[in-house]
Nanobody
Framework: QVQPVESGGGLVQAGGSLRLSCAPS????????MGWFRQAPGKEREFVAA????????YYADSVKGRFTISRDSAKNTVYLQMSSLKSEDTAVYYC??????????????????WGQGTLVTVSS
């Protein structure tokens, strides 16, 4: 049984940084693109970033481009989201996601299946 493990959330001041990690146990996602979504209070879940299965391609929402960096360590079966220059509007629960299909360099974000409890990021102004 796959147990997604998201970690790294917390309280940070505006302008600060955090690194989120997603290390699912019970299954390897080394052949799947991975991504992050977030959901702020009272808002719909939105795409944040994604990385292809090889790590060669990355994709970002305009709202985080230049501030967030997604990366992966396939040997550790872990995907990261380095968040810098955080703003109050980045406050949300962040969820890890995996492509439903393996071996893809490009893909519709809707094919990223979100799972897990998420990790809360709170940015204070």
């Amino acid at each position: 049984q796959v147990q997604p493990v998201e970690s790294g959330g917390g309280l940070v001041q505006a302008g600060g940084s955090l690194r989120l990690s997603c290390a699912p146990s019970g299954r390897t996602f080394s052949t799947n693109a991975m991504g992050w979504f977030r959901q702020a209070p009272g808002k719909e879940r939105e795409f944040v970033a994604a990385i292809s299965w090889t790590g060669a391609r990355t994709y970002y929402a305009d709202s985080v481009k230049g501030r967030f960096t997604i990366s992966r360590d396939s040997a550790k079966n872990t995907v990261y989201l380095q968040m810098s220059s955080l703003k109050s509007e980045d406050t949300a629960v962040y969820y890890c996601a995996a492509d439903r299909f393996p071996y893809r360099q490009s893909f519709p974000y809707s094919d990223l299946a979100v799972w897990g409890q998420g990790t809360l990021v709170t940015v204070s102004s």
